[in-house]
């Protein structure tokens, strides 16, 4: 099968750190890069081998034949520049979050529909060894249904509030969702200390299960990123910290269940959060060779939970 004719839009700290790396790792060949910036364009071409560089996206699909476009601007960009390429029938990757809004997201999925074309948001945990495999667990005879999800992230960074919950939050929203399903219930409660922004969420689930969404920028990102847990109605239990997973199965004594996250270097932090499977997942449904596991249908959601939590925060008295 020839290499995929790849053209990419955005070419900031995000594309230089987690996705040009990458390229070389899958059968792809780096057609055109684009950034408003010229001097970013042109560093990409150094970087990741792109053949030509373009300050205009509409130019770089014009002139250029190409099979799909990976996108990393940003979720207040993706609305316009995702309409005007699946109305082109272009096969788009967008990192999240897919758009500003829900109800954005959501037009731009009934777009995808419409045009019969592809559209992926890059929820890269989805694609983590730790979450696919606790998804397994708690979809499991043995674990029985979910009764207990405890999810913490340490990150509330982001211009403003709003910033900080629909761009950055929304990873562990999806994530979330990924693991426990439709939420049914909410309650929002915003931390007060001065020396730190936090807050924490209540959640009730439908399937029955209730958890806590908690976040705090007091939480050092490079200590501990991501933690969670998830707590079954036979008794069995699992955690996360970070990539390393453990599940704690069967009686007193029975041997865990371990996944230790064991890396040195950059590109297997890549890997193990999900990076490389997540853009592997995107083109492999490109090809027509796997099914797409994050369609952007599958995140109108996630959005929609974010939103819902964001307007709590502010009833809440917090700042915008």
């Known amino acids: 099968m020839n290499s995929l004719r790849i053209g990419h839009i955005g070419a900031g700290g995000f ?33 990741a081998g792109f053949a030509r560089a373009y300050t205009d996206f509409r130019e770089m699909c014009d002139k250029e034949d190409l099979d799909a476009v990976t996108v990393t601007v940003g979720g207040q960009g993706h609305y316009e520049l995702g309409r005007e390429l699946l109305r082109r029938g272009v096969s788009l990757y967008l990192q999240k979050p897919p758009a ?26 989805r694609y983590s060894m730790a979450l696919r495999r606790a998804r397994e667990i708690a979809a499991s005879e043995e674990f029985g249904r979910m009764t207990l999800l405890v999810y913490r992230y340490g ?9 900080a919950v629909l761009e950055q939050h929304c990873h562990a929203y999806d994530s979330v969702l990924y693991l426990g399903g439709e939420v049914t219930g ?3 409660r915003l931390g007060l200390a001065n020396s730190a922004r936090s807050y924490a969420v209540l959640a009730r689930f439908a399937g029955g299960a209730v958890g806590t969404i908690n976040f705090t920028s007091g939480q050092m990102p490079d200590k501990e990123f991501v933690y969670f847990e998830l707590t079954g109605e036979n008794g069995h239990f699992l955690t996360c910290h970070d990539g390393d997973l453990v599940y704690h199965a069967g009686p007193a004594g029975s041997p865990d269940e371990v996944y230790t996250i ?12 999900g990076y490389i499977d997540d853009l592997a997942n995107f083109l492999g449904a490109v090809r027509g060779i796997e099914e797409d596991r994050s369609p952007i249908a599958s995140t109108v959601a ?13 009833e809440e008295g917090g700042p915008e």
């Open 186 to 188: 909410l309650e929002v």
């Open 15 to 47: 594309a230089r750190t987690f996705v040009f790396p990458q390229l070389p790792l899958h059968d792809v060949e780096p057609v055109a890069v684009c950034d408003v910036a010229e001097e970013r364009a042109a560093a990409a071409v150094r970087q």
């Open 155 to 163: 990150l509330v960074s982001g211009r403003t509030w709003r910033d």
């Open 302 to 314: 996630t959005m929609t939970l974010a939103e819902d939590v964001y307007r709590r925060l502010r």
């Open 262 to 273: 064991g890396y040195y270097g950059h590109m297997p932090n890549l890997r193990w959060y």
């Open 100 to 125: 500003a809004t829900a109800e954005q997201a959501a037009e731009l999925a009934a777009l995808a529909d419409e045009t019969g074309t592809l559209c992926h948001v890059g929820f890269n945990l």
